[in-house]
């Protein structure tokens, strides 16, 4: 048996929010727009989706206090603020911090007797006030998945899961993402291929999501060169927009695995970009899978080389202060994971010890 499912409705295109603004009718009168504090300004789609909203006579709040890895905090500040209006449906703008942000407020303000530790609870809501996603990186999917990664209390990235997180409508404009300098280009191209090659090699990989990481690692290895060496090169943007979606899609079915986890804390507690910090583990992940799924390693090496060497022409190295400590709670975590079940491979805690000396500088 497979399945697929992925029910939003994703419409892409240059100028696509103008061109939606009577689908956006469809959703109700009062809209809360979540966005971060600067980059959504300066590219154009806070101001493309705040025009179609007045031409449409849509009432809206702006919140745009969202900041890079989302913390639970930050999500009840911004419930807190936002509980007393009522919206119709919520509009995420900007990157997956933006995103994954819209989702967990929209659930929080839909049910307003849950505090954000119960998102973790599926059992504990089957509703969210309607998500629409204008993403504005080419790289987390999050405008097409049921994901949503907060940082908890104690600083850790926790991913949660519902299917009612689904944004109902995804407006992809690969405009947006022209503004984009080389280093959030390269993270964020970096965590598309995580998805696409971690999804392809997941014990949760279906025919579908096969499709969709074959076609989507192909479209990476033929245009992240390119945008990182021609940041103005549309066509490229354009590609990597579609290989970002398509990757998210294949996440929606298979979730992502051990090299998202052993990624998580090098973002929260040493700075290093989501996508640098994933991709830093990706080798590993394929190297992990060849006993068990041969000939979907031999792809991945058919179109990349080694995997590695990829990673590394993109720009990335890296390598940080690891303290002891931080060493072995992080190594508890990640064998402690739910990932770890659809990851291929034996990763034991030495194992998963000598990736974390790969990227230690002490
Ligand atoms: P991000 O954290 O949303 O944003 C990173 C930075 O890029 C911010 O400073 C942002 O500015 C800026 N930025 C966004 N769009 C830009 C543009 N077009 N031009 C110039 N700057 C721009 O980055 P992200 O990599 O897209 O998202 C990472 C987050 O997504 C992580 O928290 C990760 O865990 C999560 N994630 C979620 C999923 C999922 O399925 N839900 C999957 C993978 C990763 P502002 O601060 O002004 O906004
Ligand atoms: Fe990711």
């Known amino acids: 048996m497979w399945q697929y499912f992925m029910p939003t409705k994703v419409l892409f295109s240059q100028k696509v929010v103008e061109q939606s603004k009577e689908l956006l009718r469809t959703f109700g009168k009062n809209a809360l727009i979540v966005t971060g504090k600067t980059s959504s300004r300066l590219n154009g789609s806070l101001n493309d989706v705040e025009n179609a909203l007045n031409s449409i006579d849509i009432e809206y709040h702006t919140y745009d206090k969202i900041e890079e890895n989302p913390t639970f905090e930050q999500i009840r500040t911004a419930v807190g603020e936002c509980k007393d209006q009522s919206f119709d449906f919520v509009i995420g703008v900007g990157g997956g911090s933006p995103l994954d942000s819209a989702k967990a407020i929209a659930v929080l303000l839909k049910n307003p007797s849950l505090g954000v530790e119960d998102l973790y609870d599926a059992s504990k809501y089957n509703s969210s006030l309607p998500i629409i996603a204008v993403p504005t990186t080419s790289g987390t999917g999050s405008e097409v998945t049921q994901y949503s990664v907060l940082t908890d209390d ?37 965590d598309a291929l995580c998805h696409a090659v971690e999804g392809f090699l997941s014990k949760r990989a279906t025919l579908i999501s096969d499709l969709y990481a074959i076609e989507a690692m192909r479209l990476i290895r033929d245009n992240l060169p390119v ?113 770890m079940r659809w990851t291929r491979g034996k990763f034991t805690e030495d194992l998963i010890r000598e990736l974390y000396e790969g990227v230690r500088a002490n």
């Open 154 to 190: 104690m600083g850790f990235k926790r991913g949660f899961s519902h299917e009612k997180i689904f944004p109902a409508l995804a407006l992809i404009d690969p405009t947006y993402t022209l503004s984009m300098g080389t280093s959030l280009t390269r993270s964020t191209g970096l």
């Open 227 to 339: 945008v990182l060496k021609e940041p103005d090169n549309y066509k490229a943007r354009e590609a990597m927009a579609y290989a970002s979606s398509l990757a998210g899609m294949v996440i929606s079915q298979t979730s992502t695995t051990l090299a998202h986890v052993l990624g998580y804390p090098l973002s929260t507690f040493k700075g290093i970009r989501h996508g640098d910090a994933t991709a830093a583990f990706l080798g590993a992940i394929v190297s992990g899978a060849q006993s068990e799924v041969p000939e979907k390693v031999d792809l991945v090496r058919k179109i990349f080389g080694k995997i590695d060497e990829f990673i590394a022409s993109a720009g990335l190295s890296i390598k940080v202060q690891i303290t002891d400590d931080e060493l072995e709670r992080w190594i508890k975590r990640a064998i402690s994971a739910n990932h």
